[in-house]
């Protein structure tokens, strides 16, 4: 899902990590928004909403909203939209608004 091809702008080759998003192993690039990875992984259903259980997506990504809240490594309502990818992190889907474990 990412552009590797462009008649203008030029991607460099970028190394990748692995991380856990609902127990399953996907790759991205480090120091990238974690919304970045999961979009480019297909994932575009971020979480649902409190009352009527609709889909939510990515919506302003710039850490304002919270479409985007997530559990990452045991931290809820992270806004993973600003939030950099980083090694061996473990993201959650978050249900409702949250639990420390």
Do not use: W, Y
């Not at 856990?20 to 690039?29: P, T």
């Not at 939510?56 to 939030?83: K, W």
Request: proline share 6%; aromatic share 4%; hydrophobic share 40%.
């Amino acid at each position: 899902m990412r552009i590797q091809n462009h008649p203008i702008l030029q991607f460099d080759k970028q190394e990748k990590v692995r991380f856990l998003f609902n127990d399953q192993e996907l790759e991205g690039v480090p120091g990238e928004p974690i919304i970045a990875a999961l979009h480019d992984a297909g994932i575009k259903v971020l979480r649902h909403s409190h009352r009527l259980g609709r889909p939510r997506g990515l919506f302003c990504a710039i850490g304002n909203c919270s479409s985007c809240l997530m559990t990452v490594d045991g931290v809820p309502n992270v806004r993973i939209c600003v939030e950099p990818l980083r090694a061996g992190m473990k993201i959650q889907t978050q249900e409702g608004k949250g639990k420390l474990v």
